[in-house]
C-alpha cells in the first residue's frame, strides 16, 4: 500500500466532482458514495484536487505533527535538507527558516539546491557513458509515482540518477560522518516527496512549507525573531534554479553541450501528462530531444501542493530564485574569463568532485502497474451501460460534456463499469430521470381528479336514502327506532364523505404545486446546465490563448538567453580583440527586434485572454437583477427540492389519512347493511339502496388505496430523485 498523499474530510465533501475533473488520472477517485473517495495506490500526489476543491474537503499529508514532536521531547537526533524552492515560498527569510530550525534543535541544514549541482553531474557523467536516445527528468517524485503506475514502458527513459534532495541525503551519510546515525527530515513543497523518501529507502520524514507556516500562524512567535544561519553544505550556483520550469535546462546549459540544441521543458497537470501519454510514439519515430525537463505543477516546485504561494504570480516567485541564482553567479565570477570556463577551475567545482562518487547517485524505478486495477468493459458491458444511462444514440455518447467530471462519456462509463461512479451524475441520465418523474406525477395528479366524480355519486345515493327514511318513519316503532339508528350512522358517513373530498382536494392542491415545483427545478437545473457549458466553452478558449502566450515567452526567453550569450561573447571579444565585435553587435540588434516582435504578439494575445477571461465571467456571474448566476441557480434547485420533498411528505400523510376515512365509511356501510336485513318488508327498498351505497363505498376504497400505494412508491422514487439531485 503506498502511502496517503492527500486525506479528504467526508462532512465536507458535497460530491461535486470537481476533484475529478482536474484529476491527471481520474479513476483514483470514487464518486460514488456522498463523498468522493481516494484510492491511494492509483493517486499520484499532484494536489489539482487539493487546489480546485472550494470546500476545504481535500488537505495534503504530511510527518510535521511527528517531527514536531520529537524536536519538543528531544529525543532524536535530526539534520534537516531544505527545497531551493524555500526562496520563492520565504524570499527574504529563508535563511531564517535554518534559524528556525536550529533553534528547535536540528543538527545541521543541508540545502538541496547543492544536490543539484552534484545532479548535473550524474547526468554528465551518464550521457558520457551511455549515449541515451532520450532522457526524462527525474527531480519530480510525482512525475515518478505517475510513470511507475500508469505508464511503465517508459521508465527506461526517467534518468537513473537520483533527485537533488536524494543527492544531498546520500550525501551527508556518505561524506559527514558526524551526522551518519542522525534521522533526516526534508522541508519541501511536495507532498510526493514522502513517497521518495520511502521507496529509495534514504530519508525519513517530509514536512511541507505550509506546515511551517502554519506552525507560526499558530505560534506566539514570529520567523523574524529567529536569526539567518547559512546551509551546512557550499554555496551552489545555477542549482537553485531546479526548482522552477525549465531551471534544469539553465543549469545543464552550463555543463551539458549535448543538450543544447535538443531539450524540452514543459510543466503543469493538464499539459505534461498528455505529453507524457504520446511520449513513447514520438520516440518510436525519432521526434523526440534529448532531455526532456518536466514538472507536474505549472509554477514548477515554487507552486507545489505543499508550498504557501497561492496568491503569488509566477513573476513573483521566479524573481526571488532568480535574484539568488545572480548572487551566486556573482560569487563566482571571474572578471578575467567567461564563466563557463572559471567554475572548471573553482571552487564550488572542487567541491562537486570531492563530493560526487561513481555509483553513489544511481536510481532504479518500480514497475507498479499493477496498481492500476482499472477494468474496461467489452463492446457488450460498454453497450450495456450507455443503454442504462438513456444514450441510445451513438451522437449522445460523445456529448463529452464533462459535468460527470470526466473528459468523455466514455471514462464515465468505465468509471460506472467499476463501481467508481453512479449514475445520476451523468447530466444525460438525470434529465431523463426527472422528466420520467414529472410524466407519473403527472399520472397521478390525473387520477386524484376521479375523486370529484366517485363523491357526487355518493352524495346522490344519501339524497336517496334521506327521502326512503323520511316516507318509512309513519311504520311500527321499532322500525322507527332502527331508521333512526340507520340515518344516524348514514349522517356520519356524509360528514366522512366531506371530509374525504376535502383531503382530495387538499391532495390535488399539494400534488399540483409540488408538480409545479419539479417543472421550475427542470428549468433551473437546464439553465445551471446552459451557464455551466458557455463557461467550460469560454475557459478552453482561455486556455488556448494562454498556450499561445506560453509557446511566446519561451521564444523570447530563448532569445534573451541567447542575446546574453552574445553579450558574453561581445564582452570576451572586446576585451580580448577589437575585431569581430561589429558582427556579434549586429546579432544582437538582430535578436533584440525579434524580441520586440514577440513582445508585441504577446501583448496582443494577453489582450485576447483578458477578453476571454471577462467572457467567462460573465457567464458565471448576474449582469442585471433579472439574470442569475450559477451558485443562485442551484441554491435555488436545493431550496426547491427541499420544499418538493415537504410538500410530498404532506401529500402522503394526506392519502394515509384518506385511505384510514375510506376503510372507516367502509365499515360503517357494513354495520348498516348488517341492520337492514333485520327490518321487515316495508325498509326493502332502504335495503337495496344501502347495498348499492357498499358497492359504491368498496369501490372507491378499492381505488383509494391502489392510488395510495400507486402515490406512494411515486412519492419515495420522487424524494430518492430530489435527494440526488441536491
Known amino acids: 500500500m503506498l502511502s496517503k498523499l492527500v486525506k479528504v474530510n467526508p462532512e465536507k465533501c458535497i460530491n461535486c466532482q470537481r476533484c475529478i475533473a482536474v484529476c491527471p488520472v481520474k479513476f483514483c477517485n470514487d464518486g460514488s458514495s456522498d463523498y468522493v473517495e481516494i484510492n491511494d495506490d492509483m493517486c499520484i500526489g499532484c494536489g489539482a484536487c487539493i487546489e480546485a476543491c472550494n470546500h476545504d474537503a481535500r488537505t495534503g499529508i504530511d510527518d510535521w505533527k511527528q517531527v514536531k514532536k520529537m524536536l519538543l521531547e528531544e529525543n532524536e537526533d535530526l539534520v534537516a535538507v531544505v527545497d531551493p524552492a524555500v526562496v520563492a515560498d520565504f524570499p527574504n527569510n529563508y535563511l531564517r527558516i535554518n534559524g528556525c530550525l536550529d533553534d528547535l534543535g536540528v543538527a545541521a541544514v543541508f540545502d538541496a539546491a547543492f544536490g543539484a549541482e552534484l545532479m548535473i553531474k550524474s547526468y554528465s557523467e551518464y550521457i558520457k557513458n551511455e549515449s541515451p536516445t532520450c532522457i526524462i527528468s527525474q527531480q519530480c517524485p510525482t512525475i515518478i509515482n505517475y510513470l511507475e503506475i500508469y505508464q511503465p514502458q517508459l521508465l527506461d527513459y526517467l534518468a537513473p540518477v537520483d533527485s537533488p534532495t536524494i543527492h544531498t541525503i546520500k550525501m551527508i551519510k556518505h561524506f559527514y560522518p558526524q551526522y551518519q546515525a542522525h534521522e533526516v527530515v526534508v522541508v519541501s513543497p511536495c507532498l510526493s516527496k514522502k513517497r521518495e523518501l520511502e521507496e529509495t529507502g534514504v530519508g525519513d520524514y517530509n514536512v511541507t512549507f505550509k506546515s511551517i507556516k502554519e506552525h507560526f500562524k499558530n505560534s506566539s512567535q514570529t520567523l523574524f525573531q529567529y536569526s539567518e544561519e ?34 524540452r521543458q514543459i510543466a503543469a497537470v493538464k499539459e505534461v501528462y498528455d505529453y507524457l501519454a504520446e511520449l513513447e510514439e514520438s520516440i518510436e519515430h525519432g521526434f523526440n530531444p534529448l532531455l526532456i525537463d518536466c514538472l507536474s505543477c505549472g509554477l514548477g516546485c515554487n507552486g507545489g501542493p505543499g508550498a504557501v504561494s497561492s496568491d503569488k504570480s509566477r513573476d513573483e516567485l521566479e524573481f526571488a530564485v532568480n535574484q539568488r541564482s545572480q548572487k551566486m553567479k556573482e560569487k563566482y565570477k571571474n572578471n578575467e574569463g567567461s564563466l563557463t570556463s572559471f567554475f572548471n577551475n573553482n571552487s564550488l567545482a572542487k567541491e562537486v568532485k570531492q563530493k560526487w562518487k561513481s555509483g553513489l547517485y544511481t536510481r532504479e524505478y518500480k514497475d507498479l502497474s499493477a496498481k492500476n486495477n482499472i477494468n474496461y468493459p467489452n463492446e457488450e458491458n ?345
Open 230 to 263: 547559512d546551509y551546512t553544505t557550499p554555496d551552489p550556483e545555477r542549482g537553485v534554479l531546479v526548482s522552477k520550469p525549465g531551471g534544469l535546462l539553465e543549469v545543464a546549459q552550463r555543463d551539458l553541450e549535448e543538450v543544447e540544441n535538443s531539450r
Open 382 to 726: 460498454l453497450e450495456s451501460i450507455f443503454q442504462s444511462l438513456g444514450k441510445k444514440s451513438e451522437k449522445s455518447r460523445y456529448i463529452n460534456c464533462s459535468s460527470c467530471g470526466y473528459f468523455n462519456c466514455h471514462d464515465f462509463a468505465v468509471a460506472v463499469y467499476n463501481g467508481l461512479n453512479k449514475k445520476i451524475n451523468c447530466r444525460v441520465y438525470a434529465q431523463e430521470l426527472i422528466d420520467q418523474q414529472l410524466n407519473e406525477l403527472t399520472e397521478t395528479l390525473n387520477n386524484l381528479s376521479s375523486y370529484g366524480q366517485q363523491i357526487e355519486k355518493i352524495n346522490k345515493q344519501f339524497s336517496n336514502l334521506f327521502e326512503i327514511i323520511e316516507n318509512i318513519k309513519a311504520g311500527d316503532k321499532e322500525t322507527v327506532i332502527a331508521v333512526e339508528e340507520i340515518a344516524k350512522a348514514i349522517h356520519e358517513i356524509a360528514e366522512g364523505v366531506e371530509n374525504l373530498a376535502q383531503r382530495a382536494e387538499d391532495i390535488s392542491t399539494n400534488g399540483k404545486k409540488t408538480f409545479a415545483l419539479v417543472k421550475e427545478t427542470d428549468k433551473k437545473i437546464q439553465s445551471g446546465t446552459e451557464l455551466v457549458d458557455q463557461a467550460a466553452v469560454a475557459m478552453e478558449e482561455l486556455e488556448g490563448s494562454v498556450s499561445k502566450v506560453e509557446e511566446i515567452t519561451d521564444k523570447i526567453m530563448a532569445l534573451a538567453q541567447q542575446t546574453n550569450l552574445l553579450s558574453l561573447d561581445g564582452a570576451i571579444e572586446l576585451a580580448n580583440s577589437n575585431q569581430g565585435f561589429g558582427a556579434i553587435a549586429d546579432d544582437i540588434k538582430d535578436l533584440a527586434d525579434e524580441s520586440m516582435v514577440l513582445a508585441k504578439e504577446a501583448k496582443e494575445i494577453m489582450v485576447e485572454v483578458k477578453g476571454v477571461a471577462n467572457e467567462s465571467i460573465k457567464s458565471m456571474m448576474p449582469q442585471d437583477e433579472s439574470n442569475e448566476n450559477i451558485y443562485d441557480i442551484f441554491q435555488e434547485i436545493k431550496s426547491s427540492s427541499a420544499e418538493m420533498r415537504d410538500r410530498m411528505k404532506q401529500v402522503h400523510n394526506a392519502t394515509e389519512s384518506q385511505v384510514a376515512a375510506t376503510e372507516q365509511i367502509s365499515a360503517s356501510v357494513e354495520e348498516i347493511s348488517a341492520s337492514s336485513t333485520e327490518f321487515s318488508s316495508q325498509a326493502e327498498e332502504l335495503y337495496n339502496h344501502i347495498k348499492k351505497l357498499k358497492k359504491v363505498i368498496e369501490d372507491m376504497t378499492k381505488n383509494n388505496q391502489q392510488l395510495y400505494n400507486d402515490f406512494k412508491i411515486e412519492s419515495f422514487a420522487a424524494e430518492g430523485l430530489l435527494q440526488e439531485i441536491e
